[in-house]
């Protein structure tokens, strides 16, 4: 079965950097847009960044400048580097991605990993 598996959540200071990978596991046969979004407590889930199958990158405001979405298609990955960590930042990150399994046939199908708690102290 597919899955997706973020790491490299923690506690840091503000003005510290993390970074937050999603690997994507099973039988893929290819893979369209991976996205990083986030959920604060009592927040509704926001996009903060994403990365199109076709190249685009497109960031939330509040991140662009301070975060870089990267991937890796030979390694099934997503990342997400981190800087200049404000504690606004703090949230559950999870990782989203359009997969299409050996043997869908057509089309993707939408998958969530289980998130990544990221701290972030004053």
């Known amino acids: 079965q597919v899955q997706l598996v973020e790491s490299g959540g923690g506690l840091v200071q503000a003005g510290g950097s993390l970074r937050l990978s999603c690997a994507a596991s099973?039988?893929?046969?290819?893979?369209?847009?991976m996205t990083w979004y986030r959920q604060a407590p009592g927040k509704q889930r926001e996009l903060v960044a994403t990365?199109?199958?076709?190249?685009?990158?497109n960031y939330a405001d509040s991140v662009k400048g301070r975060f870089t979405i990267s991937r890796d298609n030979a390694k099934n990955t997503v990342y997400l580097q981190m800087n200049s960590l404000k504690p606004e930042d703090t949230a559950v990150y999870y990782c989203?991605?359009?997969?299409?399994?050996?043997?869908?046939?057509?089309?993707?199908?939408?998958?969530w990993g289980q998130g990544t708690q990221v701290t972030v102290s004053s």
């Open positions: 990365f199109t199958g076709g190249g685009r990158i």
């Open positions: 989203n991605a359009d997969i299409s399994p050996v043997g869908y046939g057509r089309g993707f199908s939408n998958y």
């Open positions: 099973g039988s893929i046969f290819r893979i369209n847009d």
